[in-house]
Structure formats: structure tokens, C-alpha cells
């Protein structure tokens, strides 16, 4: 059920990634990193629909970040690129070619050999003051050097530099997420005193905003290849050094579980980049949306067939494990890949 979830909200946030670009497209090309971008985005119907999944999706992810580990939940993060192919193929007619094929299989193959390695297990361990002190330190060092060096530099190295920054403080929002499902059980009392929900609230606020300044500054594969390899790996890095998760530690299963790690990013990387991924994102989407006199409707269209795919698969799992979650409930039992 853990990876089901998960792989669930890469689907949402898929979706979420498309119409959010086609919300911020037609903002002026010095908004990147003023509020005045987010003011754009709030009067385009087709970005509130973006955000909206994203609430979905983070539910979902907390979800499923609650009955399991940062090391079993983040790596999926990265069949977002493989439901994005799926998203253009389907609603946009784009054919998939050698170097998609070969990205998504090695998005899989790295992904399955990394779980059936590594074998991730729960664990019940709270980070320390000190981890949490060197952890967030981190994130936010990293994520501040790359906003000032993302104010130089061609489109791509901005999009990029951005998308890292944000991937960065979206693995930290991830570990405060799953140490706040923990103090849930304990009730809502305990909820409201923790210093961790007012950093998830703080971070994933920053990390939204520099998510929309990375898909406003360039190509959004720059942004995406950034956001679903660094967050992943920063995750696992968070779980097994604060958390302690549990994961197979001999010299070869550790030889093998980089190696897996190695392929997957690649994959990520290779498939974002990719003709179809990257082209068909930044011309199609973009410049066939973006005339005053049919952008709206053509958003609007899109939006719905998009919301239509999403809302089957996000609706259920989301109201029912998000409910499990208040309630402290583990979701009934079932087989994981």
C-alpha cells in the first residue's frame, strides 16, 4: 500500500507540473523571482487547478510517509517523468522514441533494483536535536547558495539552480512530514506544539514559490531532472543518517544499491531531457497556449481531460488513507511490489 500510495502522488504531481507550466508561461519574463509571478498564477484558472492536485499529492505522500520510510516513499518521486510521457502522450499525441524508452527503463530498472537491494524497513526512530540542527542547516545553506547563484547564467542553469533549491527544501518538508505523522498518534494537541508543522508550512511555502520561479526561468526539464533525482537521494541520505532507516548495509548490497541509485538518475536525467519530454513541454504546451484569443479555452480544455485522467486514481486513495492518518489507523494489509 506504501508504494502504491507514493507512486500515486508522482501520477498528481505529473499532472500538477503541466498545468502549473502552462499557468506561469505567459507571465512577464522578469517575474521569475518576484511575488508579482504568483499574482499571475492566482488569476489563471488552469494554475488553481495545478495547486489543487498539489494539496492532493501531499496528502498522498504524507500518507503513504506515515506507514512507511523516506527511503521507501522518495525514490518513486521518480516516476513523475514517466507519467509525464504518459500525460503528453495521451492528451497531447506525442509519440514516444528510443531515448524515451530508454529513460523509463532505466527509471524502473534502477528503481526496482535499488527496493529489491536495498529492502528499505520501517523504523520508529525520532532524529536527535543535533540531526535535526545539521539537517535543516543544510537545506536551507543549499537552498539559499543556489537562489543566489540561479541570478546569473543562461535559461537552463536558472531553471536548474531553482529546481535544485526547491528539491532540496521538498526532501527537508518530506522528513518533517514523517516526523509529524509520528506525533499524530500521540493527538492533535501534541500536533499543534511540535516545531515541525510550522516548518512544513514554511518550507514547502518557499519550495512552492521556487518551483514556480524554476518552471517561469527555462526549459522544464532543467527543473524537473533537478527536482526528481536530488530530492529522492537527499531523502535517503535524511532517512539513514536521522531517522535510521533500515536498509541492507554489506559491501555489496551497498555497491549495489549506488549503482541502482546511479541508473535511476540517469534515466531521470536522460528522459527529461529527452525530445519528447523537454520540446513538447516548452513549444507545445507553451507557444500553442499562449495566443490571447484561444489560450484560455485551449487551457481550459486541456485542464479538464488532464483533471479527468488524474481525479480517478487521486480521489479514493487520498480520502481514505488521509483519513487513516487522523485517525492513527494503519490502512488494511496488502501486498507490496
Not at 213 to 228: E, F, K, N, W, Y
Request: hydrophobic fraction near 55%; charge should be positive.
Amino acid at each position: 500500500m506504501v508504494y502504491v500510495l507514493a507512486a500515486t502522488a508522482a501520477l498528481v504531481s505529473a499532472t500538477a507540473g503541466v498545468l502549473q507550466r502552462l499557468g506561469v508561461e505567459s507571465a512577464p519574463a522578469d517575474a521569475t523571482m518576484r511575488l508579482g509571478l504568483l499574482g499571475h498564477a492566482l488569476r489563471r484558472g488552469v494554475w488553481l487547478l495545478g495547486f489543487a492536485l498539489l494539496l492532493g499529492q501531499f496528502a498522498l505522500q504524507a500518507t503513504a510517509l506515515r506507514f512507511g520510510d523516506l527511503t521507501q516513499v522518495q525514490p518513486l518521486l521518480t516516476l513523475d517523468l514517466l507519467f509525464l510521457v504518459g500525460i503528453l502522450a495521451v492528451f497531447f499525441h506525442q509519440r514516444p522514441g528510443r531515448s524515451e524508452w530508454v529513460g523509463a527503463g532505466a527509471i524502473v530498472g534502477g528503481l526496482v533494483a535499488f527496493l529489491v537491494v536495498a529492502r528499505p524497513r520501517v523504523s520508529v526512530h525520532q532524529p536527535s536535536t543535533t540531526a535535526w540542527l545539521v539537517v535543516t542547516g543544510a537545506a536551507v545553506a543549499v537552498a539559499v547558495l543556489l537562489v543566489i547563484v540561479a541570478r546569473r547564467g543562461p535559461r537552463w542553469w536558472r531553471a536548474a539552480a531553482l529546481g535544485t533549491a526547491a528539491a532540496a527544501l521538498f526532501a527537508y518538508n518530506a522528513s518533517t512530514t514523517k516526523s509529524t505523522t509520528e506525533i499524530i498518534t500521540h493527538g492533535w494537541g501534541h500536533v499543534l506544539a511540535a516545531w515541525q508543522v510550522y516548518a512544513i508550512a514554511v518550507t514547502g511555502g518557499v519550495g512552492f514559490f521556487l518551483l514556480q520561479a524554476a518552471l517561469h526561468a527555462g526549459p522544464i526539464a532543467a527543473s524537473r531532472a533537478a527536482i526528481v533525482t536530488v530530492n529522492p537521494l537527499a531523502s535517503i541520505v535524511v532517512g539513514v543518517a536521522a531517522f535510521g532507516d533500515r536498509i541492507r548495509t554489506a559491501p555489496v548490497d551497498l555497491a549495489g544499491e549506488a549503482l541502482a541509485l546511479i541508473v535511476l538518475c540517469a534515466g531521470a536525467v536522460a528522459l527529461a531531457r529527452s525530445p519528447m519530454v523537454s520540446g513538447a513541454v516548452d513549444e507545445v504546451l507553451a507557444s500553442g497556449l499562449r495566443s490571447k484569443s484561444a489560450g484560455r479555452a485551449g487551457e481550459q480544455a486541456e485542464a479538464g481531460h488532464l483533471m479527468a485522467g488524474a481525479a480517478g486514481v487521486a480521489g479514493a486513495a487520498g480520502v481514505a488513507e488521509v483519513a487513516a492518518v487522523a485517525g492513527g489507523v494503519p490502512p488494511q494489509p496488502a501486498t507490496e511490489p
